[in-house]
Every structure is written in structure tokens, then in C-alpha cells.
């Protein structure tokens, strides 16, 4: 996990970066490949292999995550169907399409039971997943939260906020 | 009332203790539950023993506080010289004048209370904290059913005195947890702003967690202006922490701390068994461990990687205990098992395997079980007389054992768990080293199936292990959440490198001028710099190892999915075939998706008027045309909702016969989800909500 401010801002190569909202701040990653908004305090993990790029933890005890992976072309995941075909596994789902930035995208929204670990966990998930595709794979931003919880503004603020670098 | 030598010296290796007792580890996921599965015949439960603190006391608090004062010089229980320095510790004074008690607060302490704190501790009508109980026996001691005293080796019983003591210095080490996780998730943010919700919350989890603040922190968070204010405050607390271990760590461990960490210490002198029991036990577990590895792939290349330079496999120890006092105490009540790098033990929980233990024993010896094994030294011996409930236990704890090891792998092959133990780096646990065990342990399960995978077919894992094989980015991060929501000792490598530097900024302003600082701070310095070097090959080494596993996740979905395709469809389940296929994404060739499809429809059709049937399938096949981007045919579709129709009837009818049905908002969940796919889905709705409102 890496600090996200300073070191996000300087890393984003922006000669002006864009402003974030109170309690934000813009991240980009190590490659400038894309940025978003994303909770200043919230914990951060990066790069963590595969298509992961970074996810952010909210507070304990009911921890909440914003994820961002990338998807590309003839990769091991598949397209983007069957990325969101494997997220809608174990739980009922809804899935829709939508406009993100007036570009079209694909959303799914998934129920689904933690997996029991440590003793722990087996608490119902809501999972909502954007897809966002272009010419050489697809972009998936995940927001996982507690079902009981009622939904944050924070999702929205991050995928509206999301710009990759063509 | 003598003092514990064992205990007393136990104490000092709380400085990098929560590390050592690296928490962590097995998601009791499946093991609790398969190997606690109902019994054929009729079930026994386990007996809770006497020893969980439900008794009534033999003194009561009202007892304890009566007059008379204690007085030194007439006492009949006279404090030593030795255990004064302990009240001492816990703030009490003796007046050497008038030989009076005084505790922290000033009032006088009776002779009562002074004789009942210096008695044994009794488990049968008191009660302990989960992480005294647990550090305790992580000190060699053990529960004696028959007393319910706590005892070591030599049977000294434990006294309540000492367990407070104990108990105190596990609260300061657990401050010095907490200040520095505080310090890194605040120093990361903006000085001028104010302080975000985030960090009261974190302060609540750190206490939820048992890992206690300093006085008066708590309240200069809630107060602070700014990030500012509060990073001064956590900022001179962490100082306060550092300052009190620094001062309890003698020059001579300096020195030795400053030295080339060698593989394996804190692992090496700790080796003694609580009695002759526990080390037979421990021996035939790990031969049983063996036999079993043996003939899977990654369980044969785990055992291997334990070989001591003649070629001997040296697994850890393998103990059972109960790892809390009640089943239900929080932190490890749960869970099945855990590996602690100081003692290179895996310590097993009575509480999570007992009961399976005597499901699987034969029915007529069940009810004798059932109150003979409420004491843990008595399943000690019924596993070590009984080499086919041991292999049982084995079997059933397979994914659990797996995953410990790793972990008793990782503590073997890294310096950064020797630093943390010589203090050279934050006591934290890296949820990286989690992500390797967990994707390690299923691993072994893949290979577990591929070479037979009939017999797995229904085995609790298989839900996780599929979600693992579909997004591997995904399971890794709930696994991350999961620790992040549950253990306060949580980090990362990145987290702990920036603890690492809070600390060094720390240290940098101890004086240097006072005679021998200069020799400690350049003892200090150096191991740090070992520390430094030793968390950057950890995490070298763990990214490339995720980078290892990410070829060998794409050959694990390969090989899955034809093999369970093929043997879901031998047992009559084309749906759960075409699910496995969905979950493998693009694994798997269109040719094989339109013949599963094709089977699902064909039983679908064969089901007849079974609604609730039909629809788990309809919802695999939805799954499957959402994989495809397929639309379904009008005609299916037109079935399909008629299907969905029919089944919230048959939710809607269960509500009417039973309006106050037991789990009735489960069955108005599923309605409304169903009554959605549906034709009607408003007059079903509308029908819900009229039968969510009747209450009789």
C-alpha cells in the first residue's frame, strides 16, 4: 500500500493535475496509464500482479474496496464477457448497460456471500462491476461492499472521475 | 507465590510478539465445517468442559474489597521482594513505612485481594482475554481439565498476579502495534486538513482487535484540528513506545540484533513440548503429514522444501490446545489452526476440530467421546492411540495444514520474520504472505482433483476454488479485505517499509550524546539497515512468485475445466458442467459451451413441473448467454419467465400456509429477485409486498 498523494501526483506526469474533491485525491499509476479519484484515507494496494492495477481498501470493520483491472486483448481472463460472466458466478446478478462519460459501458451488480476464511467472512456482498472496452482490451472497475450497507457515493465518484490514456 | 521464570522471560519477546505470533492463518473455511459435518447415526456434541468461566466464584468481588487492609509486616501471604516489582509494574506502591499497598489509583489494597491475586488463576469461574489465554499457552502453558488451572512443564499453576502482569505488557506491545499503523496511514495525508472519519474508525478496529491505544490518544484524535495535530500526537505516542522497548532491550541483544540475521532464528531454541503427550502426538501427525503430501504435486514439493541439509524433512511441530477459553471468544476462537514463527509451531484448535473427531468415530464409542475428549489432553491421546482417526483428522484438515506450513515456509526462507522477531523491523504481518498461502493451499486442491476429481465433487472448497480459477484478482482481494476487516496486525510490504521509516525518524532523535547512546543508536542503525534489506528480498520474492503462480493459474484453469465438465456430466449435472465452464471464461472452446447449454435445456425440459429446479438452471444458462453475448431464443425466453412465474407461486404459497415462516425474509428476497425475470413481475410484486405485511 502507497501513500496516495504527493508521490500519485508526481508519478501522474500532469503539469497541472486535475482537482479532486474534498477528502479525494487523484491517483494515477506508475505508468500514467490511467487516474481516477479515490478516497484520500482509504488504504492503497498497487500492481499486485496480473491484471490488477490498484485497489483501494476503505475503513474496518466493514471493509469496502474500489478496484481497477486491466484486461487486454488475448489475455488469460478472456474478453469482457466472460470477465463479467465469471464475476455473476455464486450469487444473483443484474446487469445492465450504461454511459460512463458518454461512452457506452457494461455494469453488473452481483450479490454474493464473502468465502469463509480464518473463521471469518461469509457476510453478503454487493459487487458492482464496470466494464469500460476500447480497441485492445477492457478497463474493470470493482466496487465490493457489505449488501447490508447502503450504497456509497464513492463508486460513482471514481468511475466518473476514471480517464485512461488512449 | 512464585513467579514463573518461563512466563516472566516469555515477557520479553512481546517486543516483536504479535508478529511472532504471526496471525494468520487458516480460514477454517471447509475444515470446520467438513470435518464437523453430521455424522451418519446419531450425532454427539462435544462436552464444553468445566474450565470456561461460567462458575460461580469462590470469592466474590464484594469479599475481595472488605477491610482488612494489607499490612507487610503481619501478612500471611507476604509479598517477596521478587513480586513487588511486579505489583510495581502495575502501578501499586508499598508504603515501606507503614507497609501499606497502594494501587494506581491510591487507595489501599486489602490482604484479601493481595492473597487472591498471588492464588492460581481459575479457569472454571473466571474468565480470560482471548489474546492473554492464547499468549499464555504460547508461552508453554496448558489447560489442566481436572484443576482448570493453567500450568507449565513443571506444573506450576499460573498465577492471576502473573496473568495481569502479562496482560500488561501484551497491552503495551499491542500499543506499539497500533501507534504505528496510525502513524503510517496519517502520515500519508494532507497536514492541513481535517482528520478523515477514516482514522476514528481505525482507532475503533485497533480496539475490536484487542490492540489497545496509549491514554488519552484516542482523545487527541477525536480532538485534533487537523492531520497535523493528530500526526503530532500518534507522532510522540509511537516516540513514548519506542522509547519504553528500546529501554527494555539490553545492549548485549543489540549487538547480537546488529549481526547478520541467521535463517531460522526465534525458531530454534523453543523447541520443548509441554510433556511427553504432546511431542508423540506432534511426531506421528507430521509423519502422517508426510505420507499424505507425499503423493500430491505441490504437496510433495511443499515437504521438500523443509529438508534440513541431510535430506531430512524437519516440518514444524503440530500441537493441539485450546486456542481460547470458549469456542466463541473473538480473535482465533474460530479458527482451525495458526503457525507461530517463535515457537515454529502449528498449533491446531481444539475447539474447531473436536467435534469432527468424533463424528468420525465409529457411533458406539460417540457419547463416551463426547465427554471424555472435553479435555484436550485426552484427545491428545485418543489421536495418538488411534492411527485411523488421526488420518481422518489429517484428510479432513488437509487445506489448513497446507496453509500453515506455507506460512512455516515463509518464516523459514525469509530473514524479514528473523528481523521482526530481533526487532530490526515493525511487528506487522504482510497480507502478501496470505495471498501466497491461500493460493498455495488451492494449489494443492487443484492437484487433489485433477487425480480424482469424482470424490471432490460436493467438497466445500469447491465454491472457492472455482472462484480462485475464474478471477484469481478477485479472490486475492477478498482475501485482503478479510484480513484488513478482521486483524488489526494487518499490513503490507509497502506499509511496513513506511512504518520502517517512521521508526528510523523516531530513533534519529534519541540522544547521542549520553554515555553508551552513541553505541546503541549505531547498533540500532545497523540492524535496521538488515531489517531494510531483508523486507526488500521479502517482497522481491514475493512478487516474483506471484509472477510464477500467474503462468501456473493459466494452466490450472486449462486442465480444470475439461476434467470437471467431464465428471459433472457423468453424475447427471450438465448445469453445474456448463457453471464450471462459465466460471473458466474463454478456457473453454464454443463447441463444448453449445453442448452443455444443449444438456441444461434437455433437463430443464425433463424436469417437469419442478420450478425450483428448473430456475437454478435457467440462471446457469443466463450466466452462460451473458458469457456469449447471446440473446435467448423468444421461445425459450417465453419459458423461461413462466418458469420464474411459477416458482415465486411457490414462494408466495409457502408464505400463505406459514405467514410467520422461520426465514421468511430469505424467501421474500429470492421472490422479489425471481418476480423481476418474470412476465408479471408488478402483480407478483405487488403480491410479495401484501405477504411481507401479513404477520399472522
Sequence with gaps: MRPLLAAALLLAGCSRPPQAPEGKAVYSDKAARFSLHGPADWRVMEEQGGAHRVTFFGPPPAVESIAVYRHDKGGPGGDAQAYLAGQSLGGKSFARKLEVKGKPARELVVEKKAPVMHGKGGELLRQRTVVLEDEKGFWALVHTAPASQPSSAVFEDSLQSFSARD | MPLSRALYLGLFFLWAGPAAAHPGHKAPEGHFHVFAAPAPGRPETVEMGACVGDKAPAKSAAELAKPPVYEHKTAADKITDEELKIWEQLGYKLDKKTGQLSRPQGQLETAAMVTWLGDPFNAASEKLPAFVWMGVHGQGYRLEEATCRLVNAKKEAVTRLELKVYEWWVGRSSELMAVQSLHAALAKLDPSKPVPPDITQRVRQLQSAQMQLPDGLEKQLLEAKNVKDALAAVDKAHEASLRFWDGMMPLNELQKAAQPAVLGYGQAGQKTYFDAAEARLSHALRQDVLKLFAGNGPGSELMSRFKDKKGVVQLPRITIWKVSQRPDDPGYGRSAAFYDSSQDAIVVNYWAITQGVINAAPETERKRLSKELADPKKLTAYLEANPAARQAFVEATDLTLYHELTHAWQARRSKASVEQTRGNLPAANPVEEEHEAFRDEYRYFHAKIMANPQKYLNDPHMSSYLGMLSNYDEFRDGITRMY????????????????????????????????????????????????????????????????????????????????????????GEPHKALLAGVGLGGALPASELDRLERATLKQIAGLKDDSFQKVQRWEVLEKAYDLRGKDMDPKLDKTRRADYSAVVRGYLNMLHDNPAHPEKAGIVEWAKTYALKSDDKDKLLEEIRKAEATKR
Design chain 2, 484 to 571: 484488513l476487516s478482521n486483524f488489526g496486525g494487518t499490513s503490507d510490504f509497502p506499509t511496513i517499509k513506511t512504518m520502517q521509516d517512521n521508526r528510523r525518524g523516531i530513533f534519529d532523535r534519541f540522544p547521542g550524546w549520553a554515555p553508551g547512546s552513541w553505541l546503541r543508536n549505531a547498533l540500532r542503525k545497523q540492524g535496521m539497515k538488515l531489517g531494510d534489506q531483508a523486507l526488500a528480498q521479502a517482497e522481491t520474492d514475493s512478487k516474483k512468485r506471484t509472477k510464477e503462480f500467474e503462468v501456473e493459474w493459466g494452466k490450472m484453469r486449462k486442465e480444470a475445466g475439461p476434467r470437471l465438465i467431464a465428471v459433472y456430466e457423468k453424475a
